[in-house]
């Protein structure tokens, strides 16, 4: 039997193409583990209602951890429009299933570092070195969201929160809600990955982002979270920011941070402008942690138009393979796979599109391999 089960989530689009290439650098990397493939994307919703079927939950439940390619989402019309004709009108709404699982394994961490390796052309600066924690389970994609507004949901607002007056006038199909959920356990527990995360890598301060000015309930909860949990890392660094004035300060001075810790939504936009300035959205890798289960992935999405092209760049693809070998224990081999990356980027003879090249996904998973 093999050391590790691994679930293997292609999901559709290029999800597809940048696992191929994945799995030709597992095999090199000579990982002990079983790939199970599960069940997820566009192409489940459609056929079954379902994009994230029960059957593949339960393969969840049975792994040791998963990679993750990526699934096209679209708005709740476009989706519904989709469904085979005999499971139209029953209700089914369309929900992402990476937020989903992310709350059915309570992958609390999301983990996203963005490091510019040398010599990647499309580094914002050399030496970016940034980690993002962001908080995965709850805030805006707490799911709880009403559209039309129930009356009765209505009344209660009226009745508890003078700012909603405006709104009670309006009709329930004229407007919508979706509520922003932040607990302190979970926002406490975030921030303390983040902070012994610095403590143990010996990163030298971790931002906390929030918009507490004018959010001043959630965000409020956050920032006090933060203030709690700071205190039992009196050797590390902190500051805070608002979300907004992050963006600014993120590019003006990219080596004022270090490790950043957000909710949601925030972390978020601030993990995609992480990305874009170490090379964009081919170098971005993600880590979803619980304490049973994490699932890897590469930040991008599925990108429909280049699905089945081998086009695109799958080194966050594979630098979510090296979190994952991290995850596992397997540092040696974490290691070796970082630096083979590293190595393919500096020598620059394989260069996918957004690179400005012509490789392809799979040459890019050979080249990566044949460095290891
Ligand atoms: C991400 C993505 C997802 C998110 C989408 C695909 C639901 O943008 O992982 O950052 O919003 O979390
Ligand atoms: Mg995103």
Not at 165 to 190: H, M, W
Not at 302 to 307: D, E
Not at 338 to 348: F, L, M, Q
Request: net charge neutral.
């Amino acid at each position: 039997m093999a050391k590790y089960r691994i679930a293997w989530l292609p999901g559709d689009g290029v999800g597809v193409d940048v696992l191929d290439a994945a799995r030709i650098v597992l095999d090199r990397v000579g990982l002990d583990a079983e790939y199970v493939p599960g069940d997820i994307g566009w192409e489940f919703w459609c056929a079954e209602g379902d994009a994230l079927p029960p059957r593949t939950v339960d393969l969840l439940g049975s792994v040791d951890a998963a990679l993750f390619g990526a699934i096209t989402s679209k708005p709740v019309k476009a989706a519904a429009a989709e469904l085979k004709p005999a499971l139209r009108d029953q209700g089914l709404t369309y929900r992402s299933p990476i937020v989903r699982m992310r709350q059915l394994f309570d992958l609390y961490v999301c983990l996203r570092p963005c490091k510019a390796y040398p010599g990647n052309a499309l580094n914002f600066r050399e030496k970016i070195d940034l980690v993002v924690f962001r908080e995965n389970t709850e805030d805006l994609y707490s799911g709880v969201e009403f559209s039309p507004v129930p009356a009765e949901l209505a009344d209660v607002l009226g009745r508890l929160a003078k700012p909603f007056g405006p709104f009670a006038k309006l009709p329930g199909d004229q407007y919508a809600v979706s509520c922003k959920i932040n607990t302190q356990r979970g926002s406490e527990r975030i921030i303390r990955a983040a902070f012994a995360f610095a403590k143990q890598f010996g990163r030298k301060k971790v931002t906390v982002v929030h918009k507490a000015n004018v959010v001043r309930a959630t965000d409020g909860l956050f920032l006090e979270a933060a203030r709690t949990v700071a205190k039992d890392f009196p050797g590390i660094a902190w500051d805070d920011a608002n979300i907004d004035a992050m963006t600014m300060w993120l590019l003006k001075n990219p080596f004022n941070y270090d490790v950043l810790v957000a909710p949601n939504l925030y972390g978020d936009i601030i993990s995609d402008l992480c990305a874009q300035m170490v090379g964009g959205l081919g170098f971005g890798c993600s880590g979803n942690i619980g304490e049973q289960l994490a699932v890897f992935e590469p930040t991008h999405g599925s990108a429909p138009k280049y699905a089945g092209q081998h086009k695109v760049n799958p080194i966050a693809t594979v630098l979510a393979v090296k979190m994952m070998l991290d995850w596992l224990g397997e540092a040696e081999k974490a290691t070796a796979l970082e630096a083979a990356v590293a190595r393919v980027i500096k020598d620059g003879n394989v260069k996918t599109y957004d690179m400005g090249g012509s490789s392809t996904t799979l040459d890019m998973g050979r080249a990566i391999a044949a460095a290891l």
